[in-house]
């Protein structure tokens, strides 16, 4: 129980002291883009209705989720056939570095295209951003797989679906979980970014129109949630890898436990 409590105090040491420095930093605050933290968390409650909330933060995060699964599934699946055969890696590289290198914004206006001004495109561009972290962290996972245990699983008749899932997915999860991570802040900006083309909800498309009608506090508002909701995201996310990959952590507490 202490050491939760130790845990909660150290997360909640550096917010604490962040919105104290803020609030002091901006009590006098005279300036209409840096309004006083008061001033927001003022407006804050009057803005973020439950109407509103499930009006655009629900939208935003059905999106996110949509194409952040998308990406996950993509590029766990490439990067699984790409990292075990030498010769896919071979032929596949020159085009996975030329299309990892154009950034994801960039391809906004060339997905409407094709894709239209809805739900579709916004999906597309975070998956189209999401999957690379994905892909090439379960390239360099499956590679790195250990010859001598994929050789013992081979002897002991370990092949197909079973090797896949027990020995190359299993040795490769803990760098798969790197890549989901880092996809995942990347997934939240992506949002953001397409809700600002052609979107008529959603947490960038309020925020947009917050300030295109300088109602600066409520501006600062939705910024507040939106990280708000990435803070909980990551706890999400932080909970599911723990379950995952339990046994990772236990060989990582025992290593650093023993002499």
């Not at 604490?16 to 933290?37: H, I, M, N, R």
């Not at 050789?151 to 020995?167: D, M, P």
């Amino acid at each position: 129980m202490t050491r939760v409590l130790l845990r909660l105090v150290f997360a909640c040491a550096l917010p604490a002291v962040l919105v104290t420095v803020w609030w002091v930093a901006s009590a006098g605050s005279t300036d209409v883009y840096w309004p006083p933290l008061r001033t927001i968390l003022e407006a804050f409650p009057d803005v973020w209705t439950a109407e509103r909330l499930r009006a655009d933060v629900l939208p935003s995060v059905l999106r996110l989720t949509g194409g952040y699964a998308l990406a996950a599934v993509v590029g766990v699946a490439l990067g699984t056939v790409i990292g075990s055969y030498r010769r896919v890696r071979a032929v596949c590289e020159p085009v996975l570095e030329f299309l990892r290198a154009v950034p994801p914004p960039v391809l906004v206006p060339v997905i409407m295209l094709f894709a239209g001004i809805g739900d579709t495109m916004k999906v597309t561009v975070i998956a189209s951003g999401c999957v690379w972290p994905v892909l090439l962290n379960t390239v360099e996972g499956v590679r790195a797989v250990d010859p001598v245990l994929a050789e013992t699983a081979r002897s002991y008749g370990i092949t197909g679906v079973a090797r896949l899932r027990k020995v190359v997915l299993r040795s490769a999860g803990p760098q798969i979980f790197a890549g989901l991570r880092q996809a995942l802040s990347i997934g939240i900006i992506l949002m953001v970014i397409s809700e600002m083309f052609a979107a008529s909800n959603g947490l960038g498309f309020t925020i947009v129109q917050f300030q295109r009608g300088f109602a600066i506090p409520d501006m600062w508002t939705g910024i507040l949630v939106l990280g708000l909701l990435g803070f909980v995201l990551s706890v999400v996310f932080q909970l599911v890898e723990r379950r995952v990959l339990g046994w990772y952590h236990g060989l990582r507490a025992s290593a650093r436990r023993s002499p």
